[in-house]
């Protein structure tokens, strides 16, 4: 009888613990029918742990990426990228990693914006302006887009009024707009960020192994 009891109490010890088990975890049967907030819990458990998953990921490709840019880049450029907005977004890399950051936060609008603006600045047939305005517009201007700017209501109203003849400076006034808001909000978000501080910290941390 006793070993038929220990026997017995190391089978529901290991029925605990594959309960306990991710892999083997899953809704009891029924449980909806006597408890909705036990549901609601498990729910809550399970998207916390997408959550987290998802934000480990990407937080493992930041630092995969950032990897790759150090190669290419001085202590003396990233630091720059601090002083100055500007210079950030004229750095190439400066730009391609501001942007990684963004995409991270779901609010890479802004920046794509800008860079469609920037690339419609440079063209000169007017049927490719006709039709990377329109595109832009419905990108960034529409209120129907998902990746819809905040720009003023007549900076729009401006913008929908020269749709029917498009230039390639058309966006300029919302384009300075939205470069304000960067700088305001985005751009210190980056300078915390852990992206750029493990950058700055692995440049250095490299430089000052040259040095020795």
């Known amino acids: 009888m006793a070993s038929h009891r220990v026997q017995l109490s190391r089978r529901m010890s290991q029925a605990s613990s594959d309960s306990r088990s991710p ?3 899953r809704r009891r049967p029924n449980t909806c029918c006597f408890c909705w907030c036990c549901c609601c819990s498990c729910l809550t458990v399970r998207n916390k742990d997408k959550h987290d998953c998802s934000r480990r990921s990407s937080i493992i490709s930041q630092m995969e ?13 990233v630091t720059a990228w601090s002083q100055s907005f500007e210079q950030l977004l004229k750095h190439r890399t400066g730009r391609n990693i501001l942007m990684e950051f963004l995409q991270s ?3 890479d609008e802004n920046i794509l914006f ?3 603006c920037e690339e419609l600045k440079q063209e000169d047939h007017k049927a490719t302006i006709a039709e990377m305005a329109k595109s832009i517009y419905l990108d960034y201007i529409s209120i129907l887009s998902p990746k819809e700017v905040s720009i003023d209501a007549s ?3 401006t913008i929908n009024n020269s749709m029917a003849m498009p230039t390639a400076d058309m ?23 852990p992206m750029y501080k493990s950058l700055l910290q692995n440049l250095t941390a490299s430089g000052n192994a040259l040095d020795s």
Do not use: G, T
């Open 114 to 116: 800008w860079l469609a």
């Open 155 to 157: 900076v729009r109203e």
């Open 105 to 107: 936060e779901h609010s």
């Open 171 to 193: 966006f300029d006034e919302a384009q300075v707009q939205i470069y304000a808001l960067m700088h305001r909000d985005s751009y210190p978000r980056f300078l915390n960020s």
């Open 23 to 25: 892999r083997l975890c």
């Open 65 to 77: 990426s950032l990897q790759k840019h150090e190669e290419s880049l001085s202590l003396e450029e």
